[in-house]
């Protein structure tokens, strides 16, 4: 019997303590929640390229993430940042601008939204201009930066660059099917991607089958040539493609954009 007691009293001890540590541990929890705000970037790598979006799109809107230790608030919370000229490149005004940065209600993320503008970015293929623009967290009525400097600073870099995919054949060297699309121009990727995505509305499980195959921008097709959605790609791409570059409509307009497009695609149909 003293030993069945001995082993309760253990055990009623051991209960009582788990439950003062539990306690003492909800208890600093709580006063770290509602007594500190404290803001961070969550993202590390901050990085846009108008690319293959068509010539048509002149401005994307960048969310750069934020998050934030502390309570909630049922109000909005502004969030409280400043560009570092030093490390920037990008003009505001001009390349960018910034919209309202804040926290929404009940929420324990926001981001800094950065509207970036196509026509104003230079260069042209080959030879594009990266653009940066670096930003740092700082203290304001709202938030107070946390964590270490480098959750406080990040460089957001874009562009307009195209570059060629990383289409490789079987020795693993960069190709560009000449015999399908003509010589490379970035124009011509953009209109192929384009035309890619369009065959989501008609062929839904198909361009899901081809999303994973090759990308969602086309970015991995191996040897250069879709081959195991020939007839897909014939019918909803390549003809689409030989159309627009071929009818003198578009010719002024393509001129305009990029003067040096080489109208050579080939009809898919007839090679």
Not at 20 to 26: F, K, S, V
Not at 214 to 232: A, D, M, Q, R
Request: one cysteine or more.
């Amino acid at each position: 019997m003293k030993t069945i007691r001995y082993i309760n009293r253990t055990a009623l001890a051991t209960a009582m303590l788990l439950v003062l540590l539990l306690t003492a541990c909800n208890e600093n929890y709580l006063k770290y929640d509602t007594s500190y705000n404290g803001i961070y970037f969550t993202k590390d790598t901050l990085t846009y390229s108008f690319s293959v979006s068509p010539v048509e799109y002149k401005e994307h809107v960048f969310k750069i993430p934020v998050a934030i230790m502390g309570g909630l608030s049922n109000e909005k919370r502004a969030i409280g940042y400043e560009v570092i000229e030093e490390l920037t490149s990008a003009v505001e005004g001009e390349h960018y601008t910034i919209g309202e940065a804040c926290i929404l209600p009940d929420s324990i993320t926001g981001y800094i939204p950065v509207t970036v503008y196509r026509s104003k970015l230079e260069g042209t293929y080959p030879d594009y201009t990266r653009y940066k623009l670096a930003l740092q967290l700082v203290s304001n009525d709202c938030f107070v930066p946390t964590l270490d400097s480098l959750h406080q600073v990040r460089v957001f870099t874009f562009d307009n660059a195209i570059e060629q995919p990383e289409w490789l054949n079987s020795a693993g060297e960069k190709i560009w099917s000449l015999e399908n699309l003509g010589v490379w121009h970035p124009l011509k990727l953009i209109k192929m991607v384009e035309y890619f995505h369009a065959i989501e509305d008609v062929l839904p499980e198909t361009y899901i089958k081809m999303v994973k195959q090759y990308g969602e921008n086309l970015e991995h097709i191996s040897g250069g040539y879709p081959t195991e959605f020939k007839i897909t790609f014939e019918k909803y791409v390549y003809a689409p493609m030989y159309e627009y570059f071929s009818n003198p409509a578009n010719e002024e307009y393509i001129k305009s954009e990029f003067p040096d497009f080489p109208f050579d695609f080939p009809d898919p149909y007839n090679k």
